[in-house]
């Protein structure tokens, strides 16, 4: 510690020093600190003073320090604005750049007012460079104050610079243009005729990051007829041969976007030879850029199977591709996978098939299964192979193995059954779900078939309660298949399966599907046969994944996140960018967030609709990616969120309740086991135990004495040492005589006195040393005060309270910690249990797989703290994130809340 | 768009942060880090990931990691790139490969840096020639004070009015400009010596110190070889496309100029491989073997050839024949690499024995793969040649030249 401070004074010496040379040393040092995280914000009054220098590079380090400082100590940055409007004007227009682009880069808005007029003199700067930099800062300003600058007119001014002769500030206009479109609640900027060519010459000249900027703005203009497009698409075709990747990718986009507008199958032939070999190009590049290009070629190659025709040797995964990469190339290939290359491709398969990885074997496996339902000619070959990796033993592969035979069971019904006897023999313990589904219903489908079916079947009745629905189902289904084909030799298990289905499963589907059988078969089983036996659909293979609405809303967002994790942008719509836009009305705000999950929410229920719709089609059990089956457990998980929510509602607006959830908390009381904190031995037959709880609006020290000596003891005293917290008793330990092997109870109550607060020590702890006095002897010991205790009653915020206080505390303040092996991750629990101690609950919402909750609570000694729980429902793990002024008690609340949260 | 960048070293410590965007808690490095080192798949997790509502996009090179977080909706691609160029930028300037302490000893360098190359979240400057106008170099040696900056001025308006990878003004003698053309073969070669899959991946790397603003035109013998190519953005995409030759003003000093990928060979694989591998259960040993032999006749030498074998973990005791070169196996990773100083001509080498597997534990279920390396100058697979390199509006004597490299890209024989 006092190293550090001596460091920085003499720091503090050097800056205010005459030399020269000394002062650069030491802001170089100040940055170097600054950059491995030291705190160096006390030395910038010194660091100010040397902004005046003439050396450019030292210069360069205080307008960085100060983009780094500025927002902490806003008071003082205004003092900075008068050398900011000096260096404006420089005759250098490196520091006329520097200059105007520190100062859009502060983000205080303080500083904002002073910089409108430097900013529109240089925005008119002779000098190019100045020009262009000062166009980005329009951008950045627009979205800290969007009415300043459209009142000040710089909008215009950005517009007017789409004209200027020098491409280089064409393109950054155009990109600031872009930028603040993206934030704007009304476009501010269209592509029209009249700028169209200009904006296509810039093109040509500008470099590469502008190409991309003045791609995507293009990508958005709507041709106007079919010739217009073509010539659009020539001027682009160029660029496709970029070493940029991003301007290759932004190509793609701009010209898949003009395409639409073209109706001649010839000429959009010439285009697709034309865009092959760029495609495949993007995977000369190192491992990180494959990955995004291979998600891109992915919806791309949905949309027009057959651009790459030909070229399936290029993604044949390498022995040292990263798995990420590996896995896309497989998905790649099964959609190239036709009559000509399926040879090769399944050479290709096989070997994945047998390496190390997981998940990457098991995806070749079912690669192997694919290829065999789209190219019928190659299916006794595929076959072959599943035979023969069957032989291999190895647990996941014959799992997998299973549920791919299955899929070819359903295209091709009575034509490969005679695989099945080799498939029941070499049956190991079947545990994912998916194969142990696939295998059931094998079983039931060919019962007539396989000779002790039902032996089989029965082995897997007998842990029918403890399976998952999806198998459970399963079984019903194959039980009523097994009775249809051998109704004499499984009458009984029928039996046992329907009861247990209708009168003890809580599962509604199983139950009615339980009944409907029931009823079938009772009604007439002539009938019933004729129904459940009968000739089913044959499934497909296809190589669209996704809905063709889906497809075009992220072929249209090609260079973005969307098109790499393939869910429509609003999902990365983050609700900080919301934060940031409603400003003025909070409460607005709040609703704003929820708005935003709501329509996502829709968004989502609706693309599952139709990703479902469309699985319908091909049968849903062959879809190759499990996407549509996670967005469904998203899909219910979230229908329970929203009762729960309801439910919550309900008992916040019953204060009756909550007032028995006091009552309920001071009756648990007496059962929480006190702890010993003086064992008879070290008391002199003195025994006491005792714990901190709160109840009333105070805390009470409640303690149990115990009198283990044969004769009686008075005279009790208790004194607690300076502590952390500043709790001090108030009150008597104990009026009166304690007799022989007596035990009575006491309860002090303990304030919290200022003046009591232990601060010599840096160290916090939850440790208190208390001193116990009976008859002039003095025993010493200590005890722990649970956290919980200093939560008080009102600590309860409101949702646009919340929300301003969380936004009044820099992220960097937040806190972060991961709870683990929760037994319970139930949200309406965690509530139950939090609030209890005092813990409010504010709102919650869900993000992502995620349920995020909001709770608040107040101690006197921290003022309010804020608390984000973000449950993972699929690892049963917390993130914890907590904000507060004071931080001092961070660490030890996040302890508490995770006891809380672990104790029954 | 984009809020920060860190550079991080392979412990996960932050070498260097720099903000635009606000201040990105370290939290989530910390965060990043836990996912990146989960279940041991540290080589595993893709490039672009969510935590907590931001996108966090990542490469990795030379024992570092860079990484870029965002919070709204970005192209990931671009800033992959940038990423690239910023390694690309430091090396250049730090006269080494950026590691933990070239990083850390060029600090406010590498700040001066990334404040040039982007802008609140827009890449501008990421050509070295042009950084070098805006940050001196060699800032001691010429004292850089802005009152001699009439120099600053001139250059700045150049740097934007002329072109963007190239200055005005540039002298040099003597004048002279070399490329090198690298190809390197990536193939798949079966234990019978069968060829499974083989393409070129080939770059022309370009060492120009040339005078003033000269243009450049390359004709090639074969313009089809460059089907699949991508170019420096020196290079007139439209005269390409029209007439199939290269039209350029090259940047000032080193620069790549152009890559391409092409399937077809004119010539054999240049070296023949073989080989085969087993695991034997009873012994508990894998026996192997592995031949290579020369087989173009074109070439006249090859050297530095190795093959590298990544064995299981746990395997010792190797015991080997050759009939050329050395044998080195390293007990802590577990590989074994032959290495022939000389390839004779017309003869088979080979590499021949076993090694132990640990005495417990299972039987490897998959046979590894030899991965080997070579370098041959003087030959060009695809058989591209440049058939006329033309350099107007230059009148002094000019020294040019072009070199060819052939190399192993991805080269492995699965046993």
């Known amino acids: ?904 | 768009m984009i809020k920060s960048l860190f550079i991080l070293n392979t412990g996960g410590d932050i070498v260097l942060e720099k903000h635009w965007q606000g201040r990105t808690g370290r939290n989530i490095i910390s965060q990043f880090w836990n996912e990146l080192t989960k279940g041991n798949r540290t080589k595993d997790l893709p490039p672009i990931i969510r935590i907590r509502r931001q996108t966090l996009i990542y490469i990795r090179k030379y024992n570092l990691l860079y990484l870029v977080v965002a919070d709204q909706d970005t192209s990931p691609l671009m800033f992959i790139e940038f990423l690239n160029r910023v390694i690309e930028v430091f090396s250049n300037f730090f006269s080494t490969e950026p590691t933990e302490t070239s990083v850390k000893e060029n600090l406010p360098k590498a700040f001066e840096l990334l404040g040039e190359m982007m802008d609140n979240v827009f890449p501008v400057t990421t050509e070295s020639s042009m950084l070098r106008d805006m940050i001196g170099a060699t800032m001691k040696s010429t004292p850089n004070t802005i009152e001699n900056s009439k120099k600053f001025a001139t250059l700045s308006s150049d740097q934007v009015g002329g072109l963007p990878w190239r200055r005005k003004n540039i002298k040099h003698s003597p004048n002279e400009i070399f490329f090198d053309v690298i190809e390197s073969i990536n193939a798949t070669i079966e234990r019978s010596g069968k060829c499974l899959n083989s393409e070129i991946i080939s770059k022309i790397n370009c060492e120009c110190k040339l005078s003033g603003m000269p243009t450049l035109t390359m004709v090639f013998n074969n313009s089809s070889i460059l089907e699949d190519v991508s170019f420096h953005q020196c290079i007139n995409l439209d005269t390409w496309e029209r007439r199939k030759i290269l039209d350029f003003i090259p940047p000032d000093g080193q620069f790549e100029l152009l890559t391409y990928r092409s399937n077809r060979m004119q010539t054999q694989i240049p070296l023949y491989t073989s080989g085969r591998f087993n695991w034997s259960k009873k012994k508990r040993r894998g026996k192997f073997e592995v031949i290579l032999q020369l087989r173009n006749s074109l070439v006249k030498s090859i050297e530095n050839v190795s093959v590298l074998i990544p064995l299981a973990q746990g395997c010792s005791s190797p015991s080997i024949k050759t009939t050329n070169g050395a044998v080195f196996f390293n007990d802590q990773t577990f590989e074994l690499k032959w290495e022939i100083k000389k390839m004779p001509k017309n003869k088979e080498v080979s590499m021949k024995g076993s090694i132990k597997l640990p005495s417990k534990g299972s039987i490897p279920r998959e046979k590894p793969v030899a991965i080997i390396t070579f370098s041959i100058e003087g030959l060009c697979m695809s058989g591209l040649k440049v058939t006329n390199l033309n350099i107007s509006k230059l009148k002094k004597k000019i020294f040019k030249g072009v070199k060819f490299i052939s190399k192993s890209g991805n080269f492995t024989l699965k046993f």
């Not at chain 1, 720091?11 to 705190?39: C, F, I, P, W």
């Not at chain 1, 250098?92 to 409108?116: D, F």
């Not at chain 1, 072959?384 to 295209?411: C, P």
């Open chain 1, 1 to 904: 510690m006092s190293k550090q401070r001596d460091e920085l004074h003499e720091l503090r010496l050097k800056l205010s020093g005459e030399n020269a040379s000394h002062q650069k040393e030491a802001v170089k040092q100040v940055v170097a600190y600054m950059t491995v995280g030291k705190d160096v914000s006390s030395l910038f009054t010194e660091v100010l003073k040397c902004m005046t220098t003439e050396d450019l590079e030292m210069k360069k380090l205080v307008y960085l320090y100060l983009m780094t400082y500025a927002k902490f100590k806003p008071d003082l940055s205004i003092l900075v604005v008068n050398s900011f409007i000096q260096d404006a004007k420089d005759e250098n227009p490196l520091v006329r750049a520097l200059a105007i682009r520190t100062m859009g880069s502060i983000r205080v808005e303080e500083v904002t007012e002073y910089l409108c007029q430097p900013l529109r003199r240089c925005l008119k700067d002779d000098d190019p460079y100045v020009k262009k930099t000062a166009a980005l800062c329009v951008a950045k300003l627009f979205e800290m104050d969007p009415e300043l600058i459209e009142s000040q007119g710089f909008i215009e001014d950005l517009l007017a610079l789409i004209t200027d002769s020098n491409s280089m500030v064409v393109s950054n206009a155009l990109a600031a243009l872009q930028e603040i479109n993206s934030v704007a609640s009304k476009p501010v900027f269209v592509i029209d005729k009249k700028n169209l060519s200009k904006i296509l010459n810039a093109m040509g000249e500008a470099n590469e990051w502008s190409q991309v900027f003045i791609l995507d703005t293009l990508s958005t203009y709507t041709p106007r007829n079919e010739r217009e497009a073509e010539s659009l698409i020539e001027r682009i075709i160029p660029r496709m041969s970029h070493k940029n990747a991003a301007v290759v990718l932004s190509s793609v986009r701009a010209i898949l976007q003009f395409m639409s507008n073209i109706k001649s199958k010839k000429v959009l032939e010439t285009y697709y030879r034309k865009m092959a070999p760029s495609l495949v190009s993007l995977l000369t590049n190192p491992p990180e850029v494959q990955y995004v290009a291979l998600k891109n070629i992915n919806l791309v190659v949905q949309k027009y199977p057959t651009i790459l025709k030909g070229s399936h040797k290029v993604f044949f995964c390498r022995y040292n591709d990263p798995t990420y990469v590996k896995m896309e190339k497989l998905e790649i290939l099964i959609m190239l996978a036709n009559e000509d290359n399926v040879e090769a491709l399944l050479k290709e398969f096989k070997v994945y098939a047998q390496e190390v990885d997981v998940t990457f074997v098991r995806k070749a496996v079912r690669a192997i299964g694919l290829a065999a339902i789209k190219i019928p000619s190659a299916t006794q070959r595929c076959i072959k192979h599943l035979l023969s990796l069957i032989k291999s033993q190895i647990h996941y592969v014959t799992q997998e193995v299973v549920v791919v035979v299955k899929d070819i069971f359903r295209k091709y019904p009575n034509k490969y059954e005679s695989i099945i006897g080799t498939l029941c023999n070499s049956l190991t313990t079947l545990d994912d779900i998916e194969s142990k589904s696939s295998m059931i219903w094998i079983i039931g489908q060919y019962a007539d078939r396989i000779e002790n079916s039902e032996e089989l079947l029965e082995s897997f009745l007998e842990t029918f309660d403890e399976e998952n629905p999806e198998v459970q189902l399963q079984l019903l289904t194959s039980t009523v298949k097994l009775f249809l084909h051998k109704p004499e030799d499984s009458q009984e298990l029928l039996q046992d399966v329907l009861s247990t289905a209708t009168q003890e499963s809580e599962n509604p589907d199983l139950r009615e599907r339980a009944y409907i059988y029931w009823r079938m078969l009772s009604t007439d089983p002539d009938v019933a046969k004729e129904i459940i036996l009968g000739e089913k659909p044959l499934i497909e293979g296809t190589n669209r994944k996704y809905h063709i609405d889906l497809l075009e809303t992220l072929l249209f967002n090609i260079p973005s996140l969307s098109s790499v994790f393939h869910k429509p942008p609003e999902n990365f719509v983050t609700n900080v960018k919301v934060f940031l836009r409603e400003d003025e009305e909070i409460e607005n705000d709040e609703e704003g967030i929820l708005q935003v999950e709501e329509e996502r929410e829709k968004e989502q229920e609706k693309q599952q609709e139709e990703t479902t719709n469309t699985n319908q089609n091909i049968g849903s059990l062959i879809d190759f990616n499990s996407e549509s089956k996670q967005q469904q457990n998203q899909n219910t998980q979230q229908q329970r969120t929203t009762h729960v929510v309801q439910s919550q509602d309900i008992r916040q607006n019953n204060n009756v309740n909550q007032d028995e959830y006091g009552m309920g908390l001071s009756k648990m009381n007496v059962d929480i086991p006190k702890k010993l904190i003086l064992d008879a031995e070290k008391g002199e037959g003195l025994e006491i135990k005792g714990i901190f709880q709160r109840r009333e609006n105070s805390i009470f020290y409640e303690l149990s004495l115990t009198n283990k000596t044969q004769a009686p003891i008075g005279g009790f005293a208790c004194v607690f040492n300076t502590n952390s917290f500043g709790l001090k008793p108030n009150g008597w330990l104990l009026d009166g005589v304690l007799m022989p092997m007596q035990t009575r109870g006491s309860s002090i109550p303990c304030p919290i006195e200022t003046s009591h607060i232990k601060h010599q020590n840096d160290q916090i702890s939850n440790l208190i040393q208390l001193a116990i006095g009976k008859d002039s002897q003095v025993y010493y010991c200590q005890d722990e005060v649970p956290f919980h205790v200093l939560c008080t009653e009102d600590g309860k915020l409101g949702r646009s309270e919340f929300l301003k206080a969380w936004k009044d505390i820099p992220d960097e303040v937040e806190s972060l910690k991961e709870i683990t092996d929760l037994t319970e991750s139930n949200s309406n629990i965690i509530k139950l249990k939090l609030e209890n101690k005092n813990i409010f609950f504010v709102a919650k919402r869900k993000a992502d797989e995620l349920e995020i909750m909001y709770f608040s609570l107040k101690t006197e000694m921290a003022g309010f703290v804020l608390l984000e729980l973000a449950i993972d429902h699929n690892s049963n793990s917390i993130q914890l994130a907590t904000r507060a002024n004071n931080i001092d008690f961070v660490g030890m609340l996040e302890l508490e809340i995770e006891k809380i949260l672990k104790e029954y």
